[in-house]
Nanobody, 116 residues
Framework: QVQLVESGGGLVQPGGSLRLSCAAT????????MRWYRRAPGKERELVAN????????YYADSVKGRFTISRDNDKNTVYLRMNTLKPEDTAVYYC?????????WGQGTQVTVSS
């Protein structure tokens, strides 16, 4: 059974940091592009970051470039999102996604709230 389980969300003050984790089971993790998306209240879903199966190519949305870092551990079947210098506009539900041709899996999401 395919599962993506996110963790690490919460409430943080502006300027703070969080690290999200997404643990994958039920598929060959190392064959998949791994992505973090977010959906803020009243906004469209946004691709935040993408990492290729071997981790050799990474994409970031302009809104998070220089502040967020995506990484993966194929031995642990886990993808991470390190978020630094958080801003109120980063408040959203963050979703983990695993994608390749023929496969597209989603986690349940984890809430990140940036507020003083």
């Amino acid at each position: 059974q395919v599962q993506l389980v996110e963790s690490g969300g919460g409430l943080v003050q502006p300027g703070g940091s969080l690290r999200l984790s997404c643990a994958a089971t039920g598929f060959t993790f190392s064959n998949y592009f791994m992505r973090w998306y977010r959906r803020a209240p009243g906004k469209e879903r946004e691709l935040v970051a993408n990492i290729t199966p071997r981790g050799n190519d990474i994409y970031y949305a302009d809104s998070v470039k220089g502040r967020f870092t995506i990484s993966r551990d194929n031995d642990k079947n886990t993808v991470y999102l390190r978020m630094n210098t958080l801003k109120p506009e980063d408040t959203a539900v963050y979703y983990c996604n695993a994608w390749r041709f023929g496969g597209d899996y989603w986690g349940q999401g984890t809430q990140v709230t940036v507020s003083s």
